[in-house]
């Protein structure tokens, strides 16, 4: 089975803090995506990689970056936490069409 | 941009009923999936639909696809009250090369009542 991991099921961090969400798959898949999720919004795009070292922007990358140094590892990065960054963030990676999500990580940003 | 639309947002039904959801879109795909999300979890792929296919079946669901009127719809025969969670078509289309996106919908709340 696939198995996508995320660095933290709860964060909790004060605005202006730097903050990492880091993403694990086991399955050598080359593409991976970070989305967030809020109510009444659904899912929506950051950012997503295809290759190590190569990223794209998705449809709301503002505020945010991404690190993909190794195949299996996808970092979101938020350089200065604003409050409206509270979410719940999914990572995914990809293969053969279908996303395989991690379990998500619950941000609070204070 | 959202693409898939699901319909409706919410609903409600006794153990042992059949639930339908609905799916529409906007511009052409190269497949269309269909995503369970229990409380608070991550999204569970369920099925794959290609472009050129009408129906799919996988144990309980049947999935149907209407690429002229740019729509899906997802059926669970017999539920269960552990089929209780949201459930979310997602769009694949070309985004760029050969890379593909998928584009998901704001999901559908099924309840299934025992």
């Known amino acids: 089975d696939v198995k996508v991991t995320q660095s933290s099921r709860y964060l909790v961090k004060r605005t202006g803090e730097k903050v990492f969400l880091e993403c694990v798959q086991d399955?050598?898949?080359?593409?991976m995506f970070w989305y967030r999720q809020d109510p009444g919004l659904g899912l929506r795009l950051i950012y997503f990689?295809?290759?190590?070292?190569?990223?794209e922007k998705g449809d709301i990358p503002e505020g945010y970056s991404v690190s993909r140094e190794k195949k299996e590892r996808f970092s979101l990065i938020l350089e200065s936490a604003s409050t409206n960054q509270t979410s719940m963030y999914l990572c995914?990676?990809?293969?053969?069409?279908?996303?395989?999500f991690g379990p998500g990580t619950r941000l609070l940003v204070l | 941009s959202q693409q898939g639309e699901e319909d409706p947002q919410a609903l409600s039904i006794q153990e042992g009923e059949n639930a339908t959801m609905n799916c529409s879109y906007k511009?052409?795909?190269?497949?269309l999936q269909w995503y369970r999300q229990n409380s608070g979890r991550g999204l569970v792929h369920l099925i794959l639909?290609?472009?050129?296919?009408r129906e799919k079946h996988s144990g309980r669901l049947r999935v149907t696809l209407d690429t002229s009127k740019k729509s899906s719809s997802l059926l669970i025969t017999a539920s269960r009250a552990a089929d209780t969670a949201s459930y979310f078509c997602?769009?694949?289309?070309?985004?760029?090369?050969?890379?593909?996106?998928?584009?998901f919908g704001k999901g559908t709340l099924l309840t299934v009542n025992p």
């Open positions: 995914a990676s990809r293969e053969l069409g279908a996303q395989y």
């Open positions: 399955m050598d898949h080359e593409n």
């Open positions: 990689s295809y290759d190590v070292k190569m990223k």
């Open positions: 511009t052409s795909i190269n497949n």
């Open positions: 639909i290609r472009s050129n296919e």
């Open positions: 997602a769009t694949d289309a070309r985004s760029g090369g050969s890379n593909y996106k998928l584009t």
